[in-house]
């Protein structure tokens, strides 16, 4: 086989088989939107309680909407919240509150979410919608740098009674989180961590890339963990859970 040939044969397998190309393809309002089978999954899958689509809209008209969580993730994470009959959950970065409402919605008449969030701009967005949908009773909004609720949960004798954590505010903090959240979850409860590819800078990350670097550290901390089973899932910027041995 002359070599152009061998070239050609070579790179066809490459484009039929996937080989060399990343699977990662972000969030269905972000990265995703143009991606076709991103958009089926979507289309396909998506129920979305209406108070969320207009939460979703709303928060679309923010310039930080890309923090937003992915509506097919947060769907995930309500059904592993039911999965496992949680009652108790936390949200470390609540943003405009997507995730929050959803836990909340998915939730019975008892549950309630803690919603760490440091940005008066955010809660104030979020509080109206939460009123909308009926659930502002079951969400406590604990407007902090949110190690300082974590802390306070702690101190309040919560440690191993939570049933769900959903990690997704400053990387900077983000082992220091998990830390915390182990300690407030009971046995079988579940650490859900975003962002854990970072748009796939994690693989290989610039040295002069200190956040990237501190999620990969993380993502090989918990690989080695014998606290948790985990599974790390290409959705939305890429998400961990770990479950708590
Ligand atoms: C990626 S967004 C969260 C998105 C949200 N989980 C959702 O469902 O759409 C991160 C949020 O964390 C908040 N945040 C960052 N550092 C924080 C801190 N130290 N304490 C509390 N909130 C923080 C930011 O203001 C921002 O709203």
Redesign the pocket.
């Known amino acids: 086989m002359t070599d152009i040939k061998l070239l050609f044969c070579v790179g066809l397998a490459v484009v039929l088989t996937g080989v060399g190309k990343s699977a990662f393809i972000g969030k269905s309002h972000s990265g995703g939107k143009d991606d076709p089978v991103l958009q089926y999954v979507v289309n396909n899958s998506l129920r979305e309680h209406p108070v969320l689509t207009k939460l979703r809209l709303r928060?679309l008209e923010d310039q930080?909407s890309i923090?937003?969580?992915a509506s097919e993730q947060?769907q995930f994470m309500a059904n592993l919240i039911r999965l496992i009959n949680a009652t108790k959950a936390i949200?470390?970065?609540?943003?405009?509150?997507?995730?929050?409402l959803?836990m909340a919605l998915a939730m019975p008449e008892n549950g309630k979410v803690v919603a760490?969030?440091?940005?008066d701009t955010?809660v104030n967005i979020a509080k109206p919608f939460f009123k909308e949908a009926g659930v502002e009773d079951k969400i406590d909004v604990r407007h902090?740098?949110?190690?300082k609720?974590l802390d306070a949960l702690i101190g309040a004798g919560e440690a191993g009674t939570y049933d769900f954590v959903?990690i997704?505010?400053?990387k900077f903090?983000y082992d220091r989180y998990y830390e915390k959240s182990l300690e407030l979850i009971r046995r079988g409860g579940i650490i859900a961590i975003?962002?854990v590819l970072w748009s796939g800078r994690v693989v290989n990350p610039d040295p002069s890339d200190l956040t990237s670097q501190g999620l990969d550290a993380l993502n090989k901390k918990l690989h080695k963990d014998q606290r948790i089973d985990l599974s790390m899932l290409i959705v939305g910027d890429g998400l961990t859970i770990a479950i708590k041995r």
């Open positions: 928060t930080w923090m937003m969580v947060a949200e470390i970065g609540m943003y405009t509150g997507y995730n929050t959803s760490c969030e440091i940005e955010y902090d740098i949110a190690m609720t959903f997704d505010a400053d903090n975003d962002n």
